[in-house]
């Protein structure tokens, strides 16, 4: 295949790309299949925006996950000390295929089936607190609480132990520019709490993930402790924080089309493939996870140098018209098969079962609960995170 120059991508508005990403990514896919843009930290990265060129992308075993691949001086993304980078997020064969058989057991259907019912109980009673004031923040009360509970409970981690995990994310995933050290020190309380979490489970091991992963560690030696570390760094910060937004997104996506929620309202049956095309239409993965070519590669006609940063757009995939007709439209009954919300290729999302499994359940008790849900919005608008690695809301007020 011939090779060409990309154009020039059109201009980017940082604050457009936070409120309206869709329309964005619709001008840079129209312009072109790859564009030289800046990463988040100002260094440049090649964006890969149509679907085909994406699927393939997220499954091509030139494309690697491990930082060691990266050119020097090239956009790496986030960078964690050792103890939490050796994850699954930064491997390639043969060690992500070791470590992803050891935890995979925990998210088999089967298993996550048995989460069922404790996660509607978990939602029901989140939703008995909020139910007197006849309004509420969703993010803050609803579908952040859910799926921390639901993965600290899987983990073992006690509740009290809980409640800074919401601000450490956050400082990772969004930090405010006006505190330049607020990641840094969000790494360093997230470091100290899992030594000491996998130091009290070593002393009194229980039935739960965690005290199963450190006898491999401890046993069989399957595991470094820094990969134990990174292993539960990231059960932990991809099994919350990705699930909080697609439930917050997917509950402003039906509140804002009430032909389709009253279409789901009428059939709950449904509600399986809807949080597809939920996830499909405002998913809370933007990027997928950056790559380094192995090798000098071609895609969509563009020559891209090894060792170069590829950030492939799952946002602009989904509005691929060529793959999704009308892609802007949401419509629970479309057939989504391809969608890749979570992933594609052997790094698909480890966590995909729970998280569908923890959105279906949280819409459901949601909407049984308040046939009368509806949008609260402020006069300034709903805010969104300030963030190209996440799509999610800041907060998302309801009245009831």
């Given at each position: 295949?011939?090779?060409?120059?990309?154009?020039p991508?059109p201009?980017?508005?940082?604050?457009?790309?936070?409120?309206?990403?869709?329309?964005?990514?619709?001008?840079?896919?129209?312009?072109?299949?790859?564009?030289?843009?800046?990463?988040?930290?100002?260094?440049?990265?090649?964006?890969?925006?149509?679907?085909?060129?994406?699927?393939?992308?997220?499954a091509?075993?030139?494309?690697?996950?491990?930082?060691?691949?990266?050119?020097?001086?090239?956009?790496?993304?986030?960078?964690?000390?050792?103890?939490?980078?050796?994850?699954?997020?930064?491997?390639?064969?043969?060690?992500?295929?070791?470590?992803?058989?050891?935890?995979?057991?925990?998210?088999?259907?089967?298993?996550?089936?048995?989460?069922?019912?404790?996660v509607?109980?978990?939602?029901?009673?989140?939703?008995?607190a909020?139910?007197p004031?006849?309004?509420?923040?969703?993010?803050?009360?609803?579908?952040?609480?859910?799926?921390?509970?639901?993965?600290?409970?899987?983990?073992?981690?006690?509740?009290?132990?809980?409640q800074?995990?919401?601000?450490?994310?956050?400082?990772?995933?969004?930090?405010?520019?006006?505190?330049?050290?607020?990641a840094?020190?969000?790494?360093?309380?997230?470091?100290?709490?899992?030594?000491?979490?996998i130091?009290?489970?070593?002393?009194?091991?229980?039935?739960?993930?965690?005290?199963?992963?450190?006898?491999?560690?401890?046993?069989?030696?399957?595991?470094?402790?820094?990969?134990?570390?990174?292993?539960?760094?990231?059960?932990?910060?991809?099994?919350?924080?990705?699930?909080?937004?697609?439930?917050?997104?997917a509950?402003?996506?039906?509140?804002?089309?009430?032909?389709?929620?009253?279409?789901?309202?009428?059939?709950?049956?449904?509600?399986?493939?809807?949080?597809?095309?939920?996830?499909?239409?405002?998913?809370?993965?933007?990027?997928?996870?950056?790559?380094?070519?192995?090798?000098?590669?071609?895609?969509?006609?563009v020559?891209?140098?090894?060792?170069?940063?590829?950030?492939?757009?799952?946002?602009?995939?989904h509005?691929?018209?060529?793959?999704?007709?009308?892609?802007?439209?949401?419509?629970?009954?479309?057939d989504?098969?391809?969608?890749?919300?979570?992933?594609?290729?052997i790094?698909?999302?480890?966590?995909?079962?729970?998280?569908?499994?923890?959105?279906?359940?949280?819409?459901?008790?949601?909407?049984?609960?308040?046939?009368?849900l509806?949008?609260?919005?402020?006069?300034?608008?709903?805010?969104?995170?300030?963030?190209?690695?996440?799509?999610?809301?800041?907060?998302?007020?309801?009245?009831?």
């Open positions: 295949m011939a090779t060409t120059t990309p154009a991508p201009s980017v508005d940082p604050a457009e790309l936070t409120a309206d990403p869709y329309s964005v990514y619709a001008r840079l896919r129209e312009a072109g299949p790859v564009h030289r843009v800046a990463g988040a930290d100002g260094v440049s990265a090649w964006l890969v925006t149509r679907y085909d060129d994406v699927r393939r992308a997220l091509d075993p030139r494309l690697s996950l491990d930082k060691a691949n990266a050119a020097p001086g090239g956009y790496r993304g986030l960078t964690l000390p050792p103890a939490l980078d050796a994850n699954l997020l930064n491997m390639d064969p043969p060690d992500h295929t070791r470590i992803r058989r050891l935890v995979s057991q925990a998210f088999t259907p089967r298993r996550i089936a048995l989460l069922r019912e404790p509607r109980k978990t939602a029901d009673l989140l939703l008995d909020i139910e004031h006849g309004h509420a923040d969703l993010i803050a009360s609803y579908a952040a609480p859910l799926p921390i509970t639901v993965i600290c409970e899987l983990l073992g981690v006690a509740p009290q132990d809980r800074d995990f919401r601000s450490w994310t956050d400082a990772l995933v969004a930090p405010d520019p006006a505190r330049p050290d607020q840094a020190g969000a790494v360093r309380s997230m470091l100290a709490f899992f030594t000491q979490l130091a009290d489970k070593r002393a009194a091991p229980a039935d739960d993930l965690l005290s199963a992963l450190i006898a491999v560690r401890d046993d069989e030696d399957r595991l470094s402790e820094d990969e134990l570390m990174s292993l539960v760094f990231l059960v932990l910060f991809a099994g919350y924080e990705n699930t909080v937004h697609l439930i917050g997104n509950t402003l996506a039906l509140l804002s089309h009430p032909g389709q929620l009253a279409a789901l309202r009428a059939d709950p049956g449904r509600l399986s493939g809807a949080v597809d095309e939920l996830a499909r239409y405002d998913g809370p993965v933007p990027l997928a996870i950056r790559r380094f070519p192995t090798e000098d590669i071609t895609i969509g006609g020559a891209i140098p090894a060792g170069e940063t590829v950030l492939l757009s799952l946002a602009s995939a509005r691929d018209p060529h793959r999704f007709a009308e892609p802007d439209r949401l419509d629970i009954g479309r989504t098969t391809g969608h890749l919300a979570l992933g594609h290729g790094h698909y999302c480890l966590g995909a079962p729970l998280a569908r499994m923890e959105t279906e359940v949280a819409l459901a008790a949601l909407l049984d609960r308040f046939p009368g509806a949008l609260d919005i402020p006069p300034d608008g709903l805010k969104w995170r300030p963030s190209p690695r996440a799509r999610g809301l800041l907060a998302l007020p309801v009245s009831y």
